[in-house]
């Protein structure tokens, strides 16, 4: 005998499902991410390591992407007391803020060339190397984050969200929050442990 879930259970079951799974990805991330600084820490007391300053592009970018949580947050407190277009502009602030982050580390990038500091090659280092691949696989996790804030913006546009219903929000916002305060993490990771 067949038995069908209702429309209603199965929103039910997504809602009460959504939480749990991102923190499940979120405790994936953070040991992704405490494996690769703790190989930085090894690699680093091997010798044969590149110093440098970091561009100060990092800092600006920093900058964004904490004014991005406040705008998420800010987003979270329009859809509570139900205003609708707050929420919606709120959310695509924080997509466009996003993007600019993103557009800021490549511009680092460019910088951390013009001083010599490569990912790979000849003239590599490891220290630039873990550089690169700490912030490139912080941006790729990122890229996720702005398809959420994409799909919440639109469903916001389309109204289907409300003070009773915005798992979505909340989803989005965890994993917005998580990744700032990650990127928190490593920039002040990179400036100490030199």
Same mark, same amino acid.
């Given at each position: ?7 209603e259970e ?7 499902t ?7 990805g ?10 690769m ?12 390591? =590149?110093?440098?300053?970091l ?5 600006v ?6 004014l991005s949580?406040?705008t998420?947050?800010m987003?979270q407190y329009?859809?509570?007391?139900n205003?609708?277009r ?11 803020l ?5 557009l ?5 990038w460019?910088?951390?060339?013009d001083m ?10 490891a ?5 690169y ?10 890229a996720?984050?702005l ?10 546009? =389309?109204?289907k969200?409300?003070?009773e219903?915005?798992v979505g ?7 917005w929050?998580f =990744? ?15």
């Open positions: 005998m067949a038995t069908y879930i209702s429309e199965l929103k039910d079951i997504r809602n009460r959504a939480k749990p799974l991102l923190w499940v979120i405790v994936g991330m953070v040991m992704l991410f405490a494996g600084t703790s190989a930085y820490i090894v690699r680093q007391a091997e010798g044969n390591w =590149l110093y440098f300053d561009p100060e592009t990092f800092y970018s920093t900058a964004i992407i904490v949580s406040v998420m947050w987003a329009a859809i509570k007391r205003n609708l707050l929420t919606t502009s709120m959310l695509i602030t924080t997509l466009v996003g993007i600019v982050f993103t800021f580390q490549f511009k680092a460019g910088e951390l060339v010599g500091v490569f990912f790979a090659g000849r003239e590599s280092n220290s630039g190397s873990f550089l691949a700490l912030s490139g696989l912080h941006l790729a996790h990122l996720g984050g398809f959420a804030l994409t799909f919440t913006s639109v469903k916001s546009i =389309l109204k969200y409300s003070a219903d915005h929000i909340g989803v989005a916002a965890t994993y929050h =990744l700032d305060i990650l990127w928190i993490y490593l920039l002040l990771f990179l400036v100490f442990i030199r």
